[in-house]
């Protein structure tokens, strides 16, 4: 019989909701898995593995916030943002490969690490983690095809304010405007002419590095309009 400590079974609750509760928190495994992550603290702007490189295990982001970049120097692009559940290198560990992106941490980042032999061992002891961990993957795809989809449909507005609504927090938006364009693929001036259409509009507020989102239902509204 496996037993593990209150902060273990705190952690197989948090990770079972992250696998959108296709396992029960207190599943044995769950728990197990729970047992053989490591809290790792990392700092904004600390790299977690670069483009090019194999990860050397799996990153769960617990608070704070990991990005995604693509490129180097001025062909850098933040095509992504990971949020808390999010997670990092389990993709390029299946295949094999080298990662696609540079991950770093966008601010301070609470965050679980399983190494690459953690990971695949833990696999391999527990079908039902398996189904669990490939349902969760199966999701992230759907999101990011979703996100291709709408990279190619649809207004600068309609295609804004999805992206507004899929990025928001508590009803606000961190990533600059930048970022905000090169995970649509449009021109930073479209972004931000967009923007600002929306601040008159009375859809949200423009601050430092943060939308504060004032109108979810019309912004809704807008990222239907497909015209």
């Not at 990279?151 to 600068?156: N, V």
Request: glycine share 8%.
């Amino acid at each position: 019989m496996t037993v593990v400590g209150p902060a273990a079974q705190r952690t197989a609750a948090w990770i079972a909701g992250c696998m959108r509760s296709f396992l029960p928190p207190g599943h044995i495994d769950a728990l197990k898995l729970a047992d053989r992550l490591e809290h790792r603290q990392l700092r904004q702007g600390q790299i977690i593995f670069t483009q090019g490189t194999h990860p050397d295990g799996v990153w769960m982001v617990r608070s704070g916030e990991l990005e995604l970049v693509a490129g180097r120097g001025q062909d850098r692009v933040v095509v992504g943002t990971l949020q808390p559940c999010g997670i990092a290198g389990d993709v390029p560990l299946l295949l094999g490969k080298p990662a696609v992106c540079t991950v770093r941490a966008r601010t301070d980042v609470q965050s679980s690490f399983l190494s690459a032999a953690g990971f695949f061992a833990t696999l391999d002891a527990s079908p039902a983690l398996t189904r669990a961990w490939l349902t969760a993957l199966a999701h992230r795809h759907l999101r990011a095809q979703e996100a291709q989809v709408r990279t190619l449909q649809g207004s600068a507005e309609s295609r804004a304010a999805w992206l507004l609504l899929r990025e928001a927090r508590d009803s606000a938006v961190t990533c600059s405007q930048g970022t905000l364009a090169a995970m649509l693929g449009m021109r930073r001036q479209t972004m931000n002419r967009v923007i600002k259409d929306f601040e008159r509009q009375g859809l949200l507020r423009v601050g430092y590095c943060r939308l504060e989102l004032l109108a979810v239902d019309r912004l809704r509204q807008r990222a239907q309009d497909r015209a």
